[in-house]
Every structure is written in C-alpha cells, then in structure tokens.
Nanobody, 125 residues
Framework: QVQLVESGGGLVQAGGSLRLSCAAS????????MGWFRQAPGTEREFVAA????????YYADSVKGRFTISRDNPENTVYLQMNSLKPEDTAVYYC??????????????????WGQGTQVTVSS
C-alpha cells in the first residue's frame, strides 16, 4: 500500500515557476514508477510526466517537454515536478500516481495503482 500526498500548487502568473512535491508513505517507494497527471475542468485526466524507479528514465508529454522536469529522491520518498515557463493552459489539478514496478514506466492513468488527492495549479495570463 502506498499513500501519496501532493503539495506545492498555487496561483502563479504566466511565465512563472512552481515545484510540486509528492510525498509517499511506506517502504516500497524506491520500487515504484511514478507519474504526474493533470485534469482541467471538463477534460480527461492527461499524462504529464513519468519516472522510473531509479530516476534514470523519464518521459514527458509533448505539451510540457522542455518546460517541466520530473525527479525523485528515494531516501526522502518524494517525487517532484519542477514547472517553468508556465502557461494559462497548464491550469489544472495535478495528481501524482505510483505503480509498484521496476520493469516499466507507465504512461496511461489506468496503469497506475495509487493516487494522491491532487493539488491545484492556476496560471493567470
């Protein structure tokens, strides 16, 4: 069982930066692939970024590539999403997700087993 708690969301102007954190409970974090997803009102939850168990492999949605960076600190049981050059279209609730696997890096929301409660990111123009 993995419990996830996101933090770091807020209101920022376009062009600004935020760093989201996702703290995980339990002793299996270092064997989990982690992902960030987001959901704006009236839209489907969409993939943002993912990272493998060691941090050596990362994936990004085309819409955030070059602006967002996913990273993790296994001893601290935390995954981060550094978001730079934010745009109004980045406004959404951001969720972190975990799957206990050292083999694959899931990119679809239905491939993840554990979810946080989400943190709101609002980018004003």
């Amino acid at each position: 069982q993995v419990q996830l708690v996101e933090s770091g969301g807020g209101l920022v102007q376009a062009g600004g930066s935020l760093r989201l954190s996702c703290a995980a409970s339990g002793r299996t974090f270092s064997r989990c692939a982690m992902g960030w997803f987001r959901q704006a009102p009236g839209t489907e939850r969409e993939f943002v970024a993912a990272i493998n168990w060691s941090g050596g492999i990362t994936y990004y949605a085309d819409s955030v590539k070059g602006r967002f960076t996913i990273s993790r600190d296994n001893p601290e049981n935390t995954v981060y999403l550094q978001m730079n050059s934010l745009k109004p279209e980045d406004t959404a609730v951001y969720y972190c997700a975990a799957r206990l696997t050292v083999v694959v890096v899931p990119l679809r929301s239905d491939e993840y087993d554990y979810w946080g409660q989400g943190t709101q990111v609002t980018v004003s123009s």
